[in-house]
Nanobody
């Protein structure tokens, strides 16, 4: 099983940018469908974006154009570039993995291998 550790969260003003990273160990990211999820207080965990070894990228419709998922196989690291951040982007962000390629149901949060999360807070 791959182990995942997120970093890069913090506090930023609305309109700003952050780049999250997820370092993997124990296995190669290219063997997995890698995802970012987020969970705001009082809300369900929601899928943000996914990427697999084919380079397929999938996004939540509401986040297309502002967030970009990428993967550096040489560094075994997953990233999420978040631009034009909004107050409603405030949440704990998690990376998650499942073996194989991403499917149209990539945003289901069950049966995945999770990191511990990194907090993103956007202020107005």
């Amino acid at each position: 099983q791959v182990q995942l550790v997120e970093s890069g969260g913090g506090s930023v003003q609305a309109g700003g940018s952050l780049r999250l990273s997820c370092a993997a160990s124990g296995d190669t990211l290219s063997n997995y469908c890698m995802r970012w999820f987020r969970q705001a207080p009082g809300k369900e965990r929601e899928g943000v974006a996914a990427i697999d070894s084919r380079g397929t990228t999938l996004y939540a419709d509401s986040l297309k154009g502002r967030f970009t998922i990428s993967q550096d196989n040489a560094k075994n690291t997953l990233s999420l570039q978040m631009n034009t951040l909004k107050v409603e982007d405030t949440a704990m962000y998690y990376c998650a993995a499942s073996r194989g390629r991403c499917s149209p149901t990539w945003f289901y949060a069950r049966g995945l291998n999770w990191g511990q999360g990194t907090q993103v807070t956007v202020s107005s």
